[in-house]
């Protein structure tokens, strides 16, 4: 029984997400893992370096820049037949080439698995993490994403797999990569942070995300925001944590004017230690806060930023 | 142009659902249910491209069972001029769905199909994805702004770090991020107006297709609770606890 992993890269390496998809695959038996592009000798080499990874499967070719789904799909099919369980993590990438990968296989995907019970069984959340779904495949093939939160990281470093050419399928051409916008920051990504602090309507206004920042930087911290507050237009949806945002499990999670929606602590409720800061002792945030401060927001941060700048 | 929606019937997103205590599922009785929010997102859309005279005709879908008609009706308020309900008790996943909406557009032959990109019940966030394979189209997932011209669709994509622009051939399938727009409540004519809209009865049997489920539920438990924590008095005060006591700084 061997599995194939899509990696997702960048010039660092092989992302964080994708090491915990490796983590997921290696309890199903060998573990394959695929780079698609062009230009990969560097993302073959991290890849090759993964511990556990037996094969990198290379597949370059320009028609897989930006791992537009089409073709991804196309190239994931063609290599399908070889592999009892194709996965990728749950980002923004995975969850638009799984499905398409599924249902051109004629297989029901299993969406962001937090367990592998064994190869046909794994656990899911359901309704924004209220239920832990046991679900049971009768398809031949598995296509699924895996939650990185629920999966500690392979290292980046450790491994020596062999490193192999795919054949490139037919690749569809009926989409086109324009450009991207990509947020620039110096922060770590959101689902790979230590920290993340988030603000949420309690901020009152995009400009006063400001406050977060200095204490960010004492951190090490990503900044993400709740729903509401980017519904409310404060910050971009990139910054979004929550059921229809990103999944985090940080070893610190401080959430500030933030009550604790349903659809958020789906977000965030895995995270080690859990901090709180709200002005309302109602607020249900301080039922899964591990350490509760009843305040307003605006006096406390920059009290915080200073006494984590003394210390 | 015509567009198809899909739209399903949900628990409504306020409603915090609590496991059966058999284990065997969700606790969904006598819940509020409601339109997955952004399946009125893709409505929202769907009507603004009528409005802007892109699109001649909006066709809204619901698969499941007879009440799902109600949320058709909510979707014709908000602007679609006629609905599909295909009616059964199974079960559906999406891949089942997904060869249901094909057989339908098969049949009604959309330029444009616009879904919710995660219904929050079984938060697979697939459905669209698996239709736009079925029917070998391309797909703009988790849309945040798109413009048609001619044979295209751009779409901005909310992708995890930022923004990405693609451009497809349609007819194609565009899937809702929060962002795309903000959905219009039903003004109390139009909700009298569409109940004379007409809705199409079919079944799975009519279309061709075995729903039968892939994923079986072996059972459904109780997320871990987090243990109660303490409230701090000050600042100074948390930033030791972190210290001395969670040492996570």
Known sequence: MTSLVLLEFDAAGIKQPSRSAVAAARKLGEVHALVAGSGLDEAAQAAARLPGVAKVLVADAPGLDHLLAEPAAALLVALAPAYSHLLAATTAVGKNIMPRVAALLDVQPISDIADVVDADTFVRPIYAGNGLATVKSADATKVITVRAASFDPVAAEGGSAAVETAAIPDLPNVSRFVSAALSKSERPELTAARVVISGGRGMQAGENFKLLEPIADKLGAAVGASRAAVDAGFVPNDYQVGQTGKIVAPELYVAVGISGAIQHLAGMKDSKVIVAINKDEEAPIFQVADYGLVADLFTALPELAAELERS | ?249
């Open chain 2, 1 to 249: 142009m015509k567009i198809l929606v899909p739209v399903k019937r949900v628990v409504d997103y306020n409603v915090k659902v609590r496991v059966k205590s058999d284990g065997s599922g969700m606790e969904t009785a006598g819940v509020k249910m409601s339109m997955n929010p952004f399946d009125e997102i893709a409505i929202e859309e769907a009507v603004r491209l009528k409005e802007k005279g892109v699109a001649s005709e909006i066709v809204a879908v619901s698969l499941g069972v007879p009440q799902c008609a109600e949320t058709i009706r909510t979707a014709l308020a908000m602007g679609a001029d006629r609905g599909i309900l295909v009616e059964t008790d199974a079960e559906l996943q999406p891949l089942a769905v997904a060869k249901l909406l094909k057989a339908i557009a098969d049949k009604e032959q959309p330029t444009l199909i616009i879904l919710g990109k995660q219904a929050i019940d079984d938060d697979m966030s697939a459905t669209g994805q698996m239709l736009a394979a079925l029917l070998d189209w391309p797909q703009g997932t988790f849309a945040s702004k798109i413009s048609i011209e001619g044979e295209q669709i751009t779409v901005i994509r909310e992708v995890d770090g930022g923004l990405e622009t693609v451009t497809l051939n349609l007819p194609a399938i565009v899937t809702t991020d929060l962002r795309l727009n903000e959905p219009r409540y039903a003004s109390l004519p139009n909700i009298m107006k569409a109940r004379k809209k007409p809705i199409d009865k079919l079944s799975p049997a009519d279309l061709g297709v075995d729903p039968a489920p892939r994923l079986i539920t072996l059972k459904v438990s109780d997320p871990p609770k987090r243990k109660a924590g303490v409230k701090v008095g000050s600042v100074a005060e948390l930033v030791a606890k972190l210290r001395n006591e969670a040492k996570v700084i």
